[in-house]
């Protein structure tokens, strides 16, 4: 750990690993194979990069876009890191250099895509000393995950084709069952698996009923005024959807880019480009946009049409605030959209697990209890405490101790050895006689009819707290069955008491005067400013970092790269905190590795001296 943190400080700037890096690293530079999931942002790419520099010969990463492969190679290369991209939007002359040098030993890390691998696998095996093989985007290769590519199903060739070469497989989204998957379809040996936390505290989370296209305008326009030399995301359903939204944020006289797949190469590069460079503060995009896009200072993201699943809505929120300083996240909820997205579902290769995904993105749409609680307990990680940085926390619905209610649904489940779905369980709780039931035996269980008390609809309101609240998991691949997860044990046993918001049946309760809108209150209430630590920084420090912004912007345009392959805002708040006046005291700034402290330090350093306040 001791050469692995050498090169950290060396190359990155950094003086420890993120929870999990060192972890992976170890095993990787050992030679076993591992499993990596991590948030977007959470470092993933250090868990490949450092073994490549540490371990002899050279590292294959499988990209999926080249778009992103770039930006990688751009970034290594800035820390002074060979790298190259092998990608069909160069000439094959650079293709076949970059492929001799790495035979030569003179390149560590070759980005290349699973199309491109398979085409070049006898070639690479014969030259190059392989030191690492990572997959990036390894959700890809599930058939459960949200975005299953078909190509990636080819890759479970390699370990037979390099048996001694250790293997990470990396994604930032991935259910239980896809990463079962994932080790399985790659032919993993034993692999060292490191499952990240997906809280991201940082980011503040809500969920507006659709306010119609004027106030979602009025909404978005507050949040670029707010972050007016910052960048966001709006993800829309569709192409017209995108240019509409666009047309609207020009018109509203802001500098804002499209970005869909009705668009050429060459116009969607452009837009990407302008966006990472910060030459516009949003873009307006479908789902193709963001992969992997490491810029820092995106400071919300808004959803004008709600997602396919919980994975990709996970994914794209992450794209805000990556840095881990204050950013925030809101989804527009139209019912329309649900119908939308069920036709595209029907034309999907998976529509039944698809379906029941997209069942879960509308409960957590107009779920009422913690929704940070929700996210983490799909992706199977545990959580008591609300999060008090969502709507549903900041406007909380009224609660009572649900801790026996929850034991008669636990205990139903319980009893039917986790064998049925939401329907079964609520009738056994309500005393049905209907005949599959009956036949079953399960009139003579001791929690049959325990539940007679309350309607249907609030037992399915219920449950389905219980599911957000993570008592209880989904079996997406035996029938959707319920099963009690560690918690729900925990409940059953009374060892653990758990509140749940009170059921109003909205088929009969009368609205109560004013409640139009009331998602929406406290609106900006939390997630402006830096200092993800310490809270707001005060108007002198603003003023610092806004001069630091455009420093950093000349430096960029000047090189002709991204503004964050400079610094990250993360980096550039650490230099508001510290002021360092000289390239020693500049050393010392959260990111700023050997090669970068020589190339930008004096600049940096002569704006902080010359900064009057």
């Given at each position: 750990m001791d050469a692995a943190l050498g090169l950290l400080r060396k190359y990155y700037g950094y003086s420890s690993f993120r929870p999990g890096?060192?972890?992976?690293?170890?095993?990787?530079?050992?030679?076993?194979?591992?499993?990596?999931?991590?948030?977007?942002?959470?470092?993933?790419?250090?868990?490949?990069?450092?073994?490549?520099?540490?371990?002899?010969?050279?590292?294959?990463?499988?990209?999926?876009?080249?778009?992103l492969m770039i930006d990688q190679v751009t970034a290594l290369r800035a820390n002074g890191i060979p790298a190259v991209a092998i990608h069909s939007n160069q000439d094959e002359r650079v293709n076949r250099e970059y492929l001799y040098d790495a035979s030569q030993g003179r390149v560590k890390l070759i980005y290349i895509s699973p199309e491109r691998l398979m085409i070049e696998l006898e070639n690479i095996v014969a030259s190059v000393n392989v030191s690492l093989i990572a997959i990036d985007e390894a959700h890809c290769i599930s058939q459960w995950g949200h975005d299953f590519r078909p190509v990636y199903t080819e890759l479970s060739s390699l370990k037979s084709r390099l048996p001694d070469v250790p293997m990470m497989a990396l994604t930032a989204t991935a259910d239980r069952l896809t990463r079962q998957d994932i080790a399985g379809a790659l032919g993993l040996v034993d692999p060292f698996a490191w499952i990240g936390s997906f809280d991201r505290p940082n980011l503040s989370i809500q969920v507006f009923n659709d306010p119609g296209k004027a106030k979602r305008v009025q909404i978005i326009s507050r949040l670029i005024e707010r972050y007016h030399s910052d960048s966001g995301i709006v993800y829309c359903l569709s192409r017209k959807k995108t240019e509409d939204m666009h047309r609207a944020l020009e018109q509203a006289g802001y500098r804002s880019v499209c970005y869909h797949a009705g668009m050429t190469p060459r116009e969607r590069e452009m837009a990407q480009r302008a966006f990472v460079n910060g030459d516009v503060q949003v873009v307006c995009a479908t789902i193709a946009f963001g992969m992997g896009i490491d810029k820092s200072n995106i400071r919300w993201v808004v959803h004008n049409n709600i997602p396919g699943n919980i994975e990709s809505y996970y994914q794209e929120i992450g794209r805000a605030g990556r840095d881990g300083m204050p950013a925030e996240t809101i989804l527009f909820y139209n019912y329309g959209d649900v119908i939308m997205r069920r036709q595209f579902v029907d034309d999907s290769g998976q529509p039944e697990i698809n379906n029941e995904k997209l069942d879960f993105m509308q409960r957590y749409a107009e779920a009422t209890v913690c929704r940070r609680r929700i996210l983490l307990s799909y992706f199977s990680e545990e959580s008591v405490t609300d999060c008090g940085n969502c709507d549903n926390c900041r406007n909380p619905r009224e609660k009572f101790d649900g801790t026996v209610l929850a034991q008669k649904v636990l205990s139903a489940v319980i009893r039917v050895n986790a064998r049925e779905g939401i329907s079964m369980i609520?009738?056994?709780?309500?005393?049905?006689?209907?005949?599959?039931?009956?036949?079953?035996?399960?009139?003579?269980?001791?929690?049959?009819?325990?539940?007679?008390?309350?309607?249907?609809?609030?037992?399915?309101?219920?449950?389905?707290?219980?599911?957000?609240?993570?008592?209880?998991?989904?079996?997406?691949?035996?029938?959707?069955?319920l099963r009690p997860t560690?918690?729900?044990?925990?409940v059953v046993k009374g060892q653990q008491r758990i509140e749940l918001a009170v059921f109003v049946d909205t088929a009969f309760a009368a609205k109560k005067p004013g409640a139009k809108g009331k998602a929406g209150a406290g609106y900006g209430a939390k997630g402006a400013g830096y200092g993800a630590a310490g809270g707001t920084l005060f108007s002198n420090d603003e003023k610092l970092m806004e001069v630091l912004k455009r420093v950093r912007k000349e430096l960029a345009d000047r090189e002709k790269i991204a503004a964050y392959m400079v610094f990250h805002d993360s980096a550039l708040a650490d230099m508001v905190a510290k002021r360092p006046q000289d390239i020693v005291a500049f050393s010392q700034i959260n990111g700023a590795g050997e090669k970068k402290t020589a190339r930008y330090g004096e600049a940096f350093v002569n704006a902080i001296r010359n900064f009057k306040g």
């Open positions: 890096q060192g972890e992976v690293i170890a095993n990787a530079a050992a030679g076993r194979d591992t499993l990596v999931l991590m948030p977007t942002g959470g470092g993933k790419s250090l868990c490949y990069q450092i073994p490549a520099l540490m371990l002899p010969g050279c590292a294959i990463v499988v990209s999926p876009l080249i778009a609520i009738d056994i709780l309500r005393a049905s006689y209907r005949q599959d039931l009956v036949q079953r035996g399960y009139d003579r269980l001791k929690t049959y009819g325990v539940g007679r008390d309350l309607s249907s609809r609030a037992w399915h309101s219920y449950i389905l707290q219980m599911i957000q609240l993570g008592l209880l998991e989904v079996a997406y691949d035996d029938n959707f069955h560690a918690l729900g044990m925990r």
